[in-house]
């Protein structure tokens, strides 16, 4: 089994060796921690073959859901093209604003997908409806509960 402070140095050495933006592994960070793991293994009480392959197969798969997700949001960000969205934005007295107007493009700013509604730009997040709004109503007052009956 690998000693705990080798993986430990392995991390942070990837850790530093990237930007101080990045906050998640990818395969090749992954990998890296394999190789160190491996040079850093006690002899006597070497990594075990199946779990390495396992560890392997997990980040696969987590890169794979990872792909597809990234795919479904592209795709449904995609389908909007054309449609009429209501999108939310700060005003200037602080309170939010809601515009609708179609979306005109989609694209991929800052690693996060954006849609382009009035020749403005809004994450998806922003999103409040697909379609417009209906007007606020007034609020009414709630209904005053009817009396209970006792019965005897």
């Given at each position: ?14 850790q530093q060796s990237k930007s101080n933006t990045k906050t998640t592994l990818d395969m090749d960070d992954f990998l890296k921690l394999i190789v160190k793991q491996l040079q850093n293994q006690d002899m006597m009480n070497p990594m075990d ?104």
């Amino acid at each position: 089994m690998a000693d705990i402070g080798a993986v430990g140095a392995a991390s942070s050495q990837v850790q530093q060796s990237k930007s101080n933006t990045k906050t998640t592994l990818d395969m090749d960070d992954f990998l890296k921690l394999i190789v160190k793991q491996l040079q850093n293994q006690d002899m006597m009480n070497p990594m075990d073959d199946a779990a390495m392959m396992n560890q392997m197969v997990q980040m696969a798969t987590v890169n794979a859901m990872s792909t597809m997700a990234d795919a479904s949001v592209t795709s449904y960000a995609a389908s909007l093209v054309g449609k009429e969205v209501t999108v939310t934005e700060p005003g200037p007295d602080g309170k939010i604003k809601e515009i609708s107007g179609n979306v005109t493009g989609t694209a991929v700013y800052g690693g996060k997908q954006v849609i382009f509604v009035n020749d403005k730009t809004y994450y998806l997040t922003e999103i409040m409806a697909v379609g417009k709004l209906p007007a606020k109503e007034e609020t009414k007052p709630e209904p005053e509960p009817e009396p209970e009956t006792i019965i005897e």
